[in-house]
Structures are given as C-alpha cells and as structure tokens.
C-alpha cells in the first residue's frame, strides 16, 4: 500500500509539473516576438539587352536592412548568354541564362556602402552599382 500511494503521488507530481512546463512554454511563444521582422521586400527588374542592364547599368539604391529581389531577364536577340553577380556581403550570383530566360535573386543588404553588380561573362561592359544608404 504504501509503495502504491508513493508511485501516485510522484506521478501526479510529475504531470503537474509538466503541465506547468507546458504553460511556461506556451506563455514564452506568446511573449516573445518570432524572430527578428521581416526586413521589407522591394523588386527591382533588370534586362540584359544590348550588353548592358537595362541599357544604362543603372545606379540602384537602397537602404540598410532592405531586401531587393531582383529578377534579371536575358533579352538579347541573339545566343548571348548573361549570369548576374553582386559583389558585397552575402555574394550572390545567378546561373548562366540564355535568350528568353529569367532568374531571380534575393539579398538583405544590411551594411551601408557600395556594392558592385554585373555579368561574370561581360566584365567592364555590364558593371552597376548599389549604393546601400545608413537609415
């Protein structure tokens, strides 16, 4: 008898205090945020065209703690194939395209400076540049 009131009083021990556990844990999730926000997302389109981004390779600009997804699209005329590649925290770099084809890239730019973009396959031709700008 005495063994049996000893084995149920630590089973209910034990299942209050998992069930404290549970309402601790519960609590916390609601408590806390889920990781940092999301930083704002902002699309940017460049086409390869001409041998140059969108004719100019322009200058693109963005704050710190912006997302750019940027979707570049090989619109050569001809079987001119074009990769974009950023050079900067987080490197980033698409697969070779061909004529037609688009891909896209996405970077969080978290540090203010400048940051060199442009095809691996047109170097001195394709060059751009983002400035990423303090808050």
Not at 27 to 33: D, L, S, T
Not at 36 to 41: E, G, N, Q
Not at 62 to 84: F, K, Q, Y
């Amino acid at each position: 008898m005495r063994f049996a009131g000893f084995v149920k009083g630590r089973l209910r021990g034990l299942f209050v205090a998992g069930l404290a556990g549970a309402a601790l844990l519960v609590a916390a999730a609601f408590a806390a945020p889920w990781g940092r926000p999301a930083a704002p997302v902002r699309e940017i389109r460049l086409e390869a065209r001409g041998i140059t981004w969108n004719g100019s390779n322009p200058t693109l600009t963005a704050r710190v703690g912006e997302r750019l997804r940027i979707t570049v699209r090989n619109a050569e005329p001809g079987p001119v194939p074009h990769d974009l590649r950023l050079v900067g925290p987080g490197v980033r770099a698409t697969r070779l395209l061909q004529p037609g084809e688009e891909a896209t890239l996405e970077v969080l730019l978290d540090r203010p400076g400048r940051y060199a973009y442009g095809c691996s396959l047109h170097p001195g031709l394709m060059d751009g540049v983002i400035e990423v700008q303090a808050r």
